[in-house]
């Protein structure tokens, strides 16, 4: 069958908190989680990858229970589909695995269920389900999105003329949000509260003025979460110590971790990922760039995949 025959959807991978943005700016990047979704008389799931296969093929995977309850929040009932399923994006890596599922799953209910939904609705949504805007925000949105969740509120202003590339230094190990979450402090002094905002605040400031030494300044002094997640993320304390040297102007933990991300001017990834290898040699090394786009949608429906 012909490419415009079938329904393709396509998440972007993203990071969130760039070190002191903790729970509101997330940066979508260049992997990604695609749906080719056909009618069936049931829902199946058709894993493309390895690492899928370890997930429910049938109404029970994650992404299909989204599109059903999100569905059944506009009280619509979804035809059964056939979706094959391909992700480039690491399982628990602090990568936004998550997050595209639920945005997968919420795009997948709208072009089912046809229910017309906005940008800004699909935000909402994705928000509440995942309990922060960050990842879901450069999911749905692409580029910088800086977001902000206050109860049933959730508001975010989107960035796309930030131009840098950036490196993910990828463990072995996997590292759950829940895990990583457990170190962290039940509260903060005023104090403490008032000096991460600044430095939080400053952060963004910097990234839209393009000041990009004092951006890395300001991912190096989080106050939120790095402090306390270095215990479960050793190699961040090796890279925010020699990846300035290499050429790197900042360097944070990807979302909870364990990934964490180098921010490079363009034309300088190769010598800081040469420099690395060499000091961290048992890491993965991933290049890659911001998505601009967020998530998408083209083609229809087809009948079945062939």
């Known amino acids: 069958m012909n490419e415009g025959e079938m329904l393709l959807i396509k998440v972007p991978a993203s990071t969130a908190n760039l070190g002191p943005g903790f729970d509101s700016i997330g940066l979508a990047l260049n992997l990604y989680l695609t749906l080719e979704v056909a009618r069936s008389e049931c829902w199946e799931v058709i894993p493309l990858t390895e690492e899928l296969k370890e997930f429910p ?9 989204t599109a059903i309850e999100v569905a059944k929040t506009f009280e619509t009932i979804l035809a059964p589909c056939q979706i094959k399923v391909d992700s480039n994006i690491p ?4 990568l936004g695995s998550s997050a595209s599922a639920i945005v997968a799953g919420i795009e997948l209910a709208d072009q089912v269920g046809n229910l017309q939904l906005t940008k ?18 450069a999911s ?3 580029g910088l999105v800086i977001g902000c969740q206050i109860g049933e509120e959730v508001d975010a202003e989107i960035i796309h003329s930030i131009d840098l590339d950036v490196l993910a230094v990828i463990p072995e190990e996997e590292l759950l949000t829940k895990s990583s979450r457990g170190v962290l402090p039940s509260s903060l002094s005023f104090g403490e509260a008032v000096s991460a905002g600044a430095v939080s605040n400053l952060l963004v400031a910097a990234l839209l003025t393009g000041n ?9 002094q989080d106050k939120y979460h790095q402090p306390y997640r270095k215990e ?16 790197a102007y900042g360097v944070a933990l ?15 990834m190769d010598s800081l990922m040469e420099g690395l290898t060499a000091i961290l040699p048992e890491m993965c090394f991933l290049p890659l760039e911001i998505d601009k786009e967020g998530s998408i949608c083209s083609g ?4 079945e995949i062939k």
């Open 57 to 65: 093929n049938d109404e029970s995977n994650f992404i299909i229970r």
């Open 91 to 94: 399982l628990a890596r602090g």
């Open 120 to 137: 800004q609705q699909k935000f909402e949504i994705a928000s509440k389900m995942e309990g922060h805007p960050d990842n879901v925000g």
């Open 140 to 142: 749905i949105f692409g």
């Open 212 to 220: 990009l030494k004092l951006a890395g300044k300001m991912m190096k």
């Open 232 to 247: 479960l993320v050793p190699h961040l304390q090796i890279m925010e110590e020699q990846a300035n040297k290499l050429g």
């Open 254 to 268: 990807s979302g909870a971790g364990p990934t964490v991300l180098c921010f490079v001017k363009p034309g300088e």
């Open 300 to 303: 229809a429906i087809a009948t």
